[in-house]
């Protein structure tokens, strides 16, 4: 079972249960599952006690399962090797962000346009975690409570421009926050995978595989990095975090296709077009 948002026959962004085969809607009281997210959960029992007449997934346009509130963070340099093959040294930094704009996130499947200003457009296959009830310094042993469920995701960088960027001790984000730079996959609740802290995570590109590694293999897990970034801001329902990259990052060309997955979490799909 999965929450996802499709466009209805008139182009609305509505809310669903997805079963694998059929869509399930939410009742027009529930407009969003930003909303749904922000229910007490006997108010999202109610609301899943209240969904409409199935009809067939298949050939139905779905949408970013999020829209977040607030904002897209990433952790950067979160797998030893990927910071090795990056040049830094892993054992001497503290865990460090940036963000993307909220509306880079591309919707699963979707194609995604070569980006302009760029020869060098790099793949990080990321798991994304979704805050589901906000707050500020959080501390780790509740920050769980605190995450909604997970998506696999892509962190697709412009890596000429980010290096660039790096050098000269300017800012990053037009080598990472450009149109469509945040490929997500179907969001799981936790309510129904837990949180997970181990297994596999792997990208192949066109069926072969480019990154491989273990989510055990986080320098910061995941209640590390929302007790450490709740402190720098406020997190609010619906943002959402991509936790970092293994090793094995390169570049991809148009036509490539992208499909990574987490272990009990799902998977992503992408076209370079
Ligand atoms: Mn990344």
Same mark, same amino acid.
């Given at each position: 079972?999965?929450?996802?948002?499709?466009?209805?026959?008139?182009g609305?962004?509505?809310?669903?249960?997805?079963?694998?085969?059929?869509?399930?809607?939410?009742?027009?009281?529930?407009?969003?599952?930003?909303?749904?997210?922000?229910?007490?959960p006997?108010?999202?029992?109610?609301?899943?006690?209240?969904l409409?007449?199935a009809?067939?997934?298949?050939?139905?346009?779905?949408l970013?399962?999020?829209?977040?509130?607030?904002?897209?963070?990433?952790?950067?340099?979160?797998?030893?090797?990927?910071?090795r093959? +990056? $040049?830094?040294?892993? =054992?001497?930094e503290? *865990?460090?962000?940036?963000?993307k @704009? %909220?509306? &880079?996130?591309?919707?699963?499947?979707?194609?995604?346009?070569?980006?302009?200003?760029?020869?060098?457009?790099?793949?990080?296959?990321?798991?994304?975690?979704?805050?589901?009830?906000?707050g500020?310094?959080?501390?780790?042993?509740?920050?769980?409570?605190?995450?909604?469920?997970?998506?696999?995701?892509l962190?697709?960088?412009?890596r000429?421009?980010q290096?660039?960027?790096?050098?000269?001790?300017?800012?990053?984000? +037009? $080598?990472?926050?450009? =149109?469509?730079?945040? *490929?997500?996959?179907?969001?799981? @609740? %936790?309510? &129904?995978v837990?949180?997970?802290?181990?297994?596999?995570?792997?990208?192949?590109?066109?069926?072969r595989?480019?990154?491989?590694?273990?989510?055990?293999?986080?320098?910061?897990?995941?209640?590390?990095?929302?007790?450490?970034?709740?402190?720098?801001?406020?997190?609010?329902?619906?943002d959402?975090?991509?936790?970092?990259?293994?090793?094995?990052?390169?570049?991809?060309q148009k036509?490539?296709?992208?499909?990574?997955?987490?272990?009990?979490?799902?998977?992503?799909?992408?076209?370079?077009?």
């Open positions: 079972m999965r929450y996802v948002m499709y466009s209805d026959d008139a609305t962004p509505r809310p669903a249960v997805h079963d694998g085969t059929s869509l399930h809607p939410f009742a027009d009281d529930v407009p969003s599952l930003d909303a749904f997210v922000k229910m007490t006997a108010e999202r029992e109610t609301a899943l006690g209240r409409g007449t009809f067939p997934a298949a050939g139905v346009k779905l970013s399962p999020l829209r977040p509130s607030k904002n897209v963070f990433c952790v950067g340099r979160n797998y030893a090797a990927h910071a093959e +990056m $040049g830094s040294d892993p =054992d001497r503290p *865990p460090f962000f940036f963000a @704009p %909220a509306d &880079a996130l591309l919707w699963d499947g979707a194609d995604m346009p070569y980006p302009t200003m760029t020869s060098d457009l790099h793949h990080e296959m990321e798991l994304v975690a979704a805050i589901g009830t906000g500020s310094d959080i501390s780790e042993s509740v920050a769980l409570s605190h995450v909604w469920g997970y998506a696999a995701g962190d697709m960088t412009r000429d421009l290096g660039a960027a790096k050098k000269e001790g300017k800012p990053w984000d +037009m $080598g990472k926050g450009f =149109d469509h730079s945040a *490929p997500i996959g179907l969001m799981v @609740p %936790a309510s &129904a837990g949180h997970p802290a181990h297994g596999l995570i792997e990208l192949k590109v066109n069926g595989v480019r990154q491989t590694s273990d989510l055990a293999m986080m320098i910061w897990s995941v209640p590390e990095t929302i007790a450490y970034l709740s402190r720098l801001v406020a997190l609010a329902p619906g959402l975090i991509f936790t970092g990259t293994p090793e094995g990052v390169a570049a991809v036509g490539d296709l992208l499909e990574g997955t987490v272990a009990g979490v799902g998977s992503v799909r992408t076209k370079i077009a």
